[in-house]
Nanobody, 122 residues
Framework: QVQLVESGGGLVQPGGSLRLSCAAS????????MGWYRQAPGKQRESVAS???????NYADSVQGRFTISRDNAKNTVYLEMNSLKPEDTAVYYC????????????????WGQGTQVTVSS
C-alpha cells in the first residue's frame, strides 16, 4: 500500500513562515499530481495548492503569492512553503497524491495523509 506522511506543522506568529513536507512511500510506480488541502474548524476541506509531475502549479486565491508548492519526483515528496501567514490560515493541512499508479498493472488511485496542524496566533 501507499502511505503519505506529513511533517512541519506547528504554531507560528502572524507574518511568520512554515514549511510542510509530505513523503509518499510504498509500491509506487508513478504519481501524477500532489497537493495540499486544509480544513479549518467548522469549515469544509479546501484545496490550497497542487503540482503535477511536470511541475505545473495551481493555488487557491487566498494563498496566491504567499505559499509556494514544490516537488521532488525522485523522492515522491511534496513541499509547501508558507510565508506571511495569517490567523485565517489556521487549519489541519492534508497532503494528497492523485493519479497514483502502483508497481505492476494498476488503475490510478488517490491517497491522503493524516494531516498536520498549522496554528497562526500571537
Amino acid at each position: 500500500q501507499v502511505q503519505l506522511v506529513e511533517s512541519g506543522g506547528g504554531l507560528v506568529q502572524p507574518g511568520g513562515s512554515l514549511r510542510l513536507s509530505c513523503a509518499a512511500s510504498g509500491s509506487i510506480f508513478s504519481i501524477n499530481s500532489m497537493g495540499w488541502y486544509r480544513q479549518a474548524p467548522g469549515k469544509q476541506r479546501e484545496s490550497v495548492a497542487s503540482i503535477t509531475k511536470g511541475g505545473s502549479t495551481n493555488y487557491a486565491d487566498s494563498v496566491q503569492g504567499r505559499f509556494t508548492i514544490s516537488r521532488d519526483n525522485a523522492k515522491n515528496t511534496v513541499y509547501l512553503e508558507m510565508n506571511s501567514l495569517k490567523p485565517e490560515d489556521t487549519a489541519v493541512y492534508y497532503c494528497t497524491a492523485g493519479g497514483v499508479r502502483l508497481v505492476g498493472p494498476s488503475p490510478e488511485y488517490r491517497y491522503w495523509g493524516q494531516g498536520t496542524q498549522v496554528t497562526v496566533s500571537s
